[in-house]
C-alpha cells in the first residue's frame, strides 16, 4: 500500500500530514507546535534537519532543510558563487548559507492560498526533493570550500539528473 493511501482524510491540516508522513518513513521527529514540525532525515552524505511550518496567514507550507557547513572564512566568496550556480539548476526551492549558524539551508513554500489542501504526494516529495537537491550538491559545495575547486569546476561532480529510462 502506497504512503498516499493511508491516510483516511483528504482534509487533515498539513503538519499532521507531514507527521502521519514521518511515522510511516520512521524518521525522528518531533512535533514543536500545532503549525511546526522538526524531523532528521538520513542521506548518504548528512542527516538532514528539516522543519515545516504551515502559516495561516499566507497560507503557505514552508520547508526548510538544513545542515552544517563551515567553509573557511577566504573561500566565502568561491562558496556564494557555488550557490548562485546550483540554485540556476533547481527548479524548485533555493540554497542559501545562514554564516551565523553555519547552515547551509535549502528553502521551499507550497502555496495552498484559497482553501487549497496539501496532499501526502506533495509533501512526500517536498521533502523528497529537498534531501534529494543537498545530496545531490553537497559534493560540489565540499569540493569548493575545502578542495580549492573554482565553483563552475565544483559543480561538475554533481550527480547529474537522469531523464528518461535505461
Not at 514540525?37 to 511550518?53: C, D, E, H, K, P
Not at 504551515?54 to 563551515?70: A, G, K, P, Q
Not at 533547481?90 to 549558524?101: R, T
Request: glycine share 6%; charged share 20%.
Amino acid at each position: 500500500m502506497a504512503v498516499t493511501e493511508e491516510f483516511l482524510s483528504d482534509d487533515l491540516h498539513p503538519i499532521d500530514l507531514v507527521e502521519t508522513l514521518a511515522e510511516n518513513r520512521a524518521w525522528d521527529f518531533d512535533r514543536v507546535g500545532d503549525n511546526q514540525i522538526a524531523m532528521a532525515v538520513v542521506g548518504q552524505w548528512r542527516t538532514y534537519s528539516i522543519t515545516l511550518a504551515w502559516s495561516d496567514y499566507d497560507e503557505t507550507l514552508r520547508l526548510v532543510c538544513t545542515f552544517e557547513m563551515d567553509p573557511p572564512h577566504h573561500r566565502m566568496p568561491q562558496v556564494y558563487e557555488t550557490l548562485n550556480l546550483i540554485n540556476d539548476q533547481v527548479w524548485s526551492g533555493a540554497f542559501s548559507y545562514w554564516e551565523k549558524h553555519r547552515l547551509m539551508v535549502y528553502r521551499y513554500g507550497l502555496l495552498l492560498a484559497g482553501g487549497q489542501l496539501a496532499t501526502p504526494a506533495q509533501v512526500d516529495l517536498m521533502i523528497s526533493s529537498a534531501v534529494a537537491n543537498a545530496e545531490r550538491f553537497y559534493p560540489a559545495m565540499q569540493l569548493v570550500a575545502w578542495g580549492g575547486r573554482e565553483p563552475a569546476d565544483g559543480l561538475q561532480v554533481a550527480i547529474a539528473e537522469a531523464y528518461g529510462r535505461a
